[in-house]
């Protein structure tokens, strides 16, 4: 069978899209590329040093400076990669809830964008990729050879994203994460530039009554379905 050489994958919080990345990755032998953990990234290096997040032009300086690197995972606490900024190992504090709640807003500033669009564009470009975000096949890899679209719905992404939380020991309610994500969704849709939408070339799978490894399954066989249509993406 051939394979597409750039896979992207896009969809609302918790549609189960770096789970199925993942796990495609390590099947294909690609790298997993998470674009949203630079949006993190940026957005807890601003909560640190006291940035607002309404300052835009602060937050495009930041965006376009930051020390950031994302390597393979350097320790065995269940991560899938290590993040850093300035040497500082972030991995687990990109997923706090004060993270969740500003990264949207600082992910909608157009200068915060283009300079993340960027850095995520060269590596896309390498090829043997699996890379996830919001804007992966509309803007960042339009032209990626497979492009899948995940959603479910809110309660049931809301309900992922709780246990998650629990897991790692973190104290919130349900109900606050719903209230944050149905907000995230608002503001992904909403925004002026690259809202979150699938591409017109995208397959949209909705994973709400599907357990990861049907969606894997699924995703494996949509994918060979596409390479027969199109054997110039043969890899
Ligand atoms: O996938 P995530 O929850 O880690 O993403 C964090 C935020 O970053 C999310 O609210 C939307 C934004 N994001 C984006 O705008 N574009 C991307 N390619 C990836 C993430």
Redesign the pocket.
């Known amino acids: 069978m051939g394979r597409p050489l750039r896979i992207a994958i ?1 969809g609302p ?2 549609s189960g ?2 789970t199925l990345a993942q796990r495609l990755a390590a099947y294909l032998g690609y790298a997993y590329i ?7 990234a940026v ?1 807890w290096a601003a909560l640190q040093r006291g940035i607002p997040v309404t300052d835009e032009n602060a937050l495009t300086r930041l965006a376009e400076t930051l020390d950031l690197d994302i390597l393979p995972p350097t320790e065995a606490d269940g991560r899938p990669y290590t993040v850093l900024v300035e040497g500082v190992d972030i991995t687990w504090a ?2 706090s809830p004060e993270v ?1 709640a500003a ?2 807003q ?3 500033y157009p200068g915060v ?1 283009r300079a ?2 960027q850095r ?1 564009r060269q590596i896309g470009l390498r090829g043997r990729v699996v890379m ?5 096949g509309t ?2 890899l339009p032209e990626a050879d497979f492009k899948l679209y995940l959603d479910a719905d809110l309660k049931t992404r809301a309900w992922r994203r709780y246990r998650e939380l629990q897991d790692r020991g973190e104290a919130v309610s349900f109900e606050e994460v719903l209230e944050t994500m149905r907000q ?1 969704d608002a ?2 849709q909403g ?1 002026e530039v ?1 809202p ?1 939408r699938p591409a017109p070339d995208a397959v949209v799978l909705d994973t709400t009554a599907m357990d990861i490894e049907e969606v894997f399954q699924r995703v494996l066989a949509l994918m060979e379905a596409r390479c027969r249509e199109t054997p110039h993406v043969a890899g």
């Open positions: 896009d919080a918790a899209k770096s998470d674009t949203g953990v630079m949006y993190r957005t990109l997923r969740d990264v949207s600082v992910s909608a964008r993340l669009t995520q996830v975000g919001r804007d992966i803007v960042v995230r503001l992904d925004r690259a979150l």
